[in-house]
C-alpha cells in the first residue's frame, strides 16, 4: 500500500508546479520558475516562465500514465511476493526523484541554450 505514496506524490506536484508556473506574478518576486539564470534580465525571465510551464505540462502527462502503468502492473502481479515490498517504494521514490531533477535539468539546459541561440534578447 505505501508503495503507492511516491507514485500519487508525484503526480500531485507536477500539478501544483504547473499551476505556480502557469500563473507567475511578476518578474523578481519569488513565485514562478526562479533561478539564477531565469533571473538575469525580464525578457530572460518571461521566457523560462514560458519553458517551465511547457516541460512541467509535459512532466505531469509523464507521471500520470507512469501512475496508469504502475497501477496495472501492480494489480497483475499483486499476488507474488515481492509486489508489497519495500523494493517497489525505494523504485518508486528513485523514478520520482529521477523525475524532478530531470525537469530541472531539462528547464536549465533549455534555457541556456534559449539565451545563447538569441531567442530570449537580453
Do not use: H
Amino acid at each position: 500500500m505505501y508503495s503507492f505514496l511516491p507514485t500519487v506524490f508525484l503526480s500531485v506536484l507536477f500539478l501544483g508546479m504547473y499551476i505556480c508556473f502557469k500563473y507567475p506574478s511578476s518578474y523578481g518576486s519569488g513565485t514562478g520558475y526562479n533561478t539564477i539564470t531565469s533571473r538575469k534580465s525580464k525578457r530572460i525571465w518571461e521566457y523560462a516562465q514560458k519553458l517551465a510551464c511547457d516541460y512541467m505540462r509535459k512532466f505531469l502527462i509523464y507521471s500520470i500514465v507512469y501512475n496508469f502503468v504502475y497501477l496495472i502492473v501492480y494489480f497483475v502481479i499483486k499476488n507474488l511476493e515481492w509486489a508489497s515490498s519495500k523494493i517497489l517504494v525505494i523504485f518508486n521514490c528513485l523514478v520520482f526523484l529521477s523525475m524532478v531533477l530531470g525537469y530541472f535539468v531539462c528547464v536549465e539546459s533549455n534555457l541556456k541554450l534559449g539565451i545563447k541561440q538569441g531567442k530570449c534578447e537580453e
